[in-house]
Nanobody, 115 residues
Framework: QVQLVESGGGLVQSGGSLKLSCTGS??????RGWYRQAPGKERELVAQ???????NYANSVKGRFTISGENGKNTIYLEMNSLKPEDTAIYYC???????????WGQGTQVTVSS
């Protein structure tokens, strides 16, 4: 059974920092990433990390967010700095399973940035 477990969300003031983590189990994964969904908006890509360590970011978070991974532990992180109220959303971990050929989602963790 494939499972993704996230942690690290919370409430922070504008300009503050948070670090999210996500650990996958039940499979090996290659492409991994974070998405977010704000109230009334569609889910959007925040950041991705590929095999070999290549990363990709949404323009809105470039220079403020950093995605990293621990190969062999199926764990990824999202370090978020200089947070803005518009970063408020539910953040979802996403990993593509090598074993099952499909993507899986975490349960989501709430990030709220107050002004």
């Amino acid at each position: 059974q494939v499972q993704l477990v996230e942690s690290g969300g919370g409430l922070v003031q504008s300009g503050g920092s948070l670090k999210l983590s996500c650990t996958g189990s039940g499979s090996m994964f290659h492409t991994r990433g974070w998405y977010r969904q704000a109230p009334g908006k569609e889910r959007e890509l925040v950041a991705q990390i590929f095999e070999g360590g290549y990363t990709n970011y949404a323009n809105s978070v470039k220079g403020r967010f950093t995605i990293s991974g621990e190969n062999g532990k199926n764990t990824i992180y999202l370090e978020m700095n200089s947070l803005k109220p518009e970063d408020t959303a539910i953040y979802y971990c996403w990993m593509y399973s090598v074993n099952y050929g499909q993507a899986y989602w975490g349960q989501g963790t709430q990030v709220t940035v107050s002004s």
